[in-house]
């Protein structure tokens, strides 16, 4: 009678745990987990977001609001316009153009131009 | 069409379904599925448990999917911690009983009914299997039986490689002493 105290060698382990085998997964299993995929990422609203979103709209309405009521106001301070040039007395057009107040000084052009682009004689 | 994506890295894909790719999230499912449910039902023996845990692994994944960052865990690493934490739900919540009472009745799927030596095989492996530390028994079903290197195995249960090593062969040494009371039949029913 031989004696069979030794241990298992490896092959003989690795032929015991082959016996397990594993289940495959089921179709149904298979189909289930295929219907999980993520939703697509899409912006949600929470309440705080739309809090947030509402503040931003109404901060902006009013600045516009104000910006328009702003320019509606007529200044103070009207910058200096050219004068009429009917209302120089020179009712024979001897002055020439250029010697007319049609602005400060330093815009004035030199150029010896009528308010037409013709030269002056 | 989910063939045409095997190529692809989990993290593409992963990216991929989280922007509402249907076929992406297929094929990572696909490629992942099988080794979580034979993960399970290595360590519970049960494959309708083995099967629920798979699925609730992948639906906390496909949540999960919307901020994967492709550059941290591995997407297996992952879900292998995740599956691994549902077992641990169950064994704790399971009434005290042993889950090899269910192995007949749910894991018999390819093994002809007069083969009656085999299925005794099975279950007493897999009571050998369950009874190991959970450690030890982690790194067997990886290693052993999915494939993995010691390297992976290490890195999915977050120890040092030397430190898989070890409880891998301690593994395999508590497994030799529990099967060597039935070692005559189980060599005859494993060749």
Do not use: C
């Not at chain 1, 987990?33 to 009013?62: D, E």
């Not at chain 1, 020179?90 to 400060?104: K, Q, R, T």
């Not at chain 2, 995740?82 to 192995?103: F, M, T, W, Y």
């Amino acid at each position: 009678m031989t004696m069979q105290n030794h241990q298992m060698n490896d092959d003989q382990l690795d032929a015991a745990l082959d016996a397990l085998q594993p289940p495959v997964p089921s179709d149904t299993l298979v189909r289930r987990v295929h219907v999980m995929a993520p939703p697509p990422q899409k912006v949600f609203m929470t309440p705080r977001r739309s809090a947030a979103a509402a503040l931003i709209m109404a901060l902006g309405a009013a600045t516009m609001l104000h910006m328009a009521n702003s320019n509606s106001i007529a200044p103070t301070a009207t910058p200096a316009s050219p004068a009429p040039i009917a209302a120089v007395a020179d009712p024979a057009g001897e002055i020439p153009v250029s010697d007319l107040a049609l602005g400060d000084e330093a815009t004035i052009s030199r150029e010896p131009f009528s308010m037409a682009g013709m030269p002056l004689e | 069409m989910a063939d045409d994506l095997s190529d692809i890295t989990d993290d593409e894909l992963v990216r991929r379904a989280a922007s509402g790719d249907q076929s992406a999230w297929a094929a990572l499912a696909d490629r992942h599925l099988a080794s979580v449910v034979s993960f399970a039902w290595y360590r519970l023996g049960d494959r309708v448990e083995a099967e629920d845990i798979a699925q609730e692994t992948l639906l906390r994944f496909a949540k999960k999917a919307l901020t994967w960052e492709p550059d941290g865990a591995k997407v297996r690493t992952w879900l292998y911690r995740v599956a691994g934490n549902l077992v641990i739900d169950r064994q704790r919540a399971r009434k005290p009983h042993s889950p090899l009472e269910d192995i007949e009745d749910t894991s018999i799927i390819d093994i002809q009914p007069h083969l009656d030596g085999k299925l005794d095989a099975r279950r007493v492996v897999h009571k050998a299997l369950i009874a190991l530390p959970a450690r030890q028994q982690v790194v067997l079903i990886l290693v052993y039986y999915q494939g993995y290197t010691v390297k992976e195995a290490a890195e999915m249960l977050a120890v040092s490689e030397h430190a898989a090593e070890s409880l891998l062969a301690r593994a395999r040494k508590s497994m030799r002493t529990a099967l060597e009371p039935n070692r005559e039949d189980l060599i005859g029913a494993g060749s």
